[in-house]
C-alpha cells in the first residue's frame, strides 16, 4: 500500500513540473512572439559636412 502512495506522490509531482514548464513555455512564446511581430522603423538623424567629414546631427 505504501509503494502506491509513493507512485500517487511521483505522479503527482511530475503533474506539477509539466504544467509549471508548460506556462514557461507560453509566457517565453509570448514574448518571442511579440519581440518578433514588427521591425521598428528607426529614424538616422545624421548627416555628414562634406568639408569636414564629421558627422552631425541633422536639424
Do not use: C, W
Amino acid at each position: 500500500m505504501s509503494h502506491l502512495v509513493g507512485f500517487a506522490l511521483i505522479g503527482a509531482g511530475v503533474y506539477v513540473v509539466v504544467q509549471v514548464l508548460k506556462r514557461e513555455m507560453t509566457r517565453v512564446g509570448e514574448i518571442l512572439h511579440e519581440a518578433n511581430a514588427k521591425p521598428v522603423r528607426v529614424e538616422i538623424r545624421m548627416e555628414r559636412d562634406p568639408a569636414t567629414g564629421v558627422y552631425r546631427d541633422r536639424r
